[in-house]
């Protein structure tokens, strides 16, 4: 008799576990399972939210490419945190990867999320496609065509939610659950050749990242 209780006990206990273990989100799943390639940055699971990853400061830009997931057009969709510091929070997601220096992203500079000045308000999301096309490149030559001002910015030390969707030739970004009009839209600078994704961080910035949603097109 005691034997069966300890066995039924044992039993729900690692159902638990294994139903715990299936509700943890794409990517604490994906970093459990070593699956997260870190480049110039230490990725750990964030210490204010164990569904959420954190990848630390440090001096250059940052990834952490997905090992096993695979994605060339269609909608990526995740929840980002930066922070409030002046010109140390770059907070976004790189696709097209085909090596540690050479992808396109999307990201974010939440300290300009209050910026009132308009040439401040004008950088908040960008696009930049590395080596070749950096924000520094795109803005003094093509000045506010890859970078814009969010409809309705979140509070910069806020979790916000970020929708990119991605075809052959085009970039639209949408924040917050914005559906109609996209708070950027550009032409991408470079041809598709990898189905590598992953999270990014920018010079001296950490970010945090959870609930990361993918969806495909197969046309």
């Known amino acids: 008799m005691k034997t069966h209780l300890i066995l039924k006990t044992l039993l729900f206990f690692l159902s638990i576990q294994g139903f715990s273990y299936a509700q943890k989100s794409v990517l604490i799943n994906a970093f459990v399972d070593n699956e997260i390639k870190a480049v110039n940055r230490q990725i750990s699971i964030d210490s204010t939210d164990s569904n959420a990853l954190f990848m630390n ?13 695979s994605f060339t057009k269609g909608s990526i969709e995740i929840d980002i945190a930066g922070k409030n510091l002046l010109g140390r929070s770059f907070v976004g997601i790189a696709f097209n990867i085909k090596n540690d220096s050479t992808y396109e992203a999307v990201y974010f500079r939440p300290f300009n999320f209050i910026a009132e000045q ?10 930049i496609s590395h080596p070749k096309y950096t924000w520094h490149k795109l ?47 550009v032409k991408r600078l470079a041809v598709s050749g990898s189905d590598k994704i992953g999270l990014w961080t920018g010079n001296n910035a950490f970010g945090r ?9 197969s046309k």
Do not use: A, C
């Open 118 to 127: 308009q040439i401040k308000k004008d950088h908040m999301v960008q696009y």
């Open 209 to 217: 990242f959870k609930n990361l949603e993918i969806v495909k097109d």
């Open 57 to 69: 400061t440090k001096k250059g830009d940052g990834l952490g490419i997905f090992k096993n997931i």
């Open 139 to 185: 803005r003094k030559e093509r000045g506010g065509i890859f970078e814009n001002e969010l409809i309705q910015p979140p509070k910069p030390n806020d979790w916000f939610h970020v929708k990119i969707v991605i075809s052959e030739k085009t970039v639209k970004v949408f924040v917050d659950g914005e559906k109609e009009k996209p708070d950027l839209v």
